[in-house]
C-alpha cells in the first residue's frame, strides 16, 4: 500500500490550496480516509475525515474552510482548503484505514506554508 500526497506550497493568508492523495494497492471507496496535519513542535491533529459511506467530520478550526472528498475512479481523495491561515501552517498528512492493518497506512506528507 503506498499514499502519495501532493498539492502543498506557499500561499498568501486567505488564499486556497487543494491537496491530493492517490492511493495504490488498497481501494479508498472502501475504507475511511482522513487528512491530518502537523505543525512544529505540535502533536499530529485531524483536520478532515472522509467515511465510506460518504460522512465527513472536520474540528471547529477548519469546518466551513476546508472540504475533504474522493473520487473512486481515480482512487485518490482530496483536501481543499479555501481561507488560509498563517495557523494552518503544517506538513499534511492523508491516512487511510485497512482492513488487513486497523492503525491504517500513511502518506509522505506535503507542506503548507500559509504567510500572513
Known amino acids: 500500500v503506498q499514499l502519495q500526497a501532493s498539492g502543498g506550497g506557499l500561499v498568501q493568508a486567505g488564499g486556497s490550496l487543494r491537496l491530493s492523495c492517490a492511493g495504490s494497492?488498497?481501494?479508498?471507496?472502501?475504507?475511511?480516509q482522513a487528512w491530518y496535519r502537523q505543525a512544529p513542535g505540535k502533536q499530529r491533529e485531524l483536520v478532515a475525515r472522509l467515511t465510506t459511506h460518504g460522512r465527513t467530520n472536520y474540528p471547529d478550526s477548519v469546518k466551513g474552510r476546508f472540504t475533504i472528498s474522493r473520487d473512486n475512479a481515480k482512487n485518490a481523495v482530496y483536501l481543499q482548503m479555501n481561507g488560509l491561515k498563517p495557523e494552518d501552517t503544517a506538513v499534511y498528512y492523508c491516512?487511510?484505514?485497512?482492513?488487513?492493518?486497523?492503525?491504517?497506512?500513511w502518506g509522505q506528507g506535503t507542506q503548507v506554508t500559509v504567510s500572513s
Open positions: 491516512w487511510t484505514e485497512g482492513v488487513s492493518k486497523p492503525e491504517g497506512y
Open positions: 494497492g488498497i481501494i479508498f471507496e472502501i475504507n475511511t
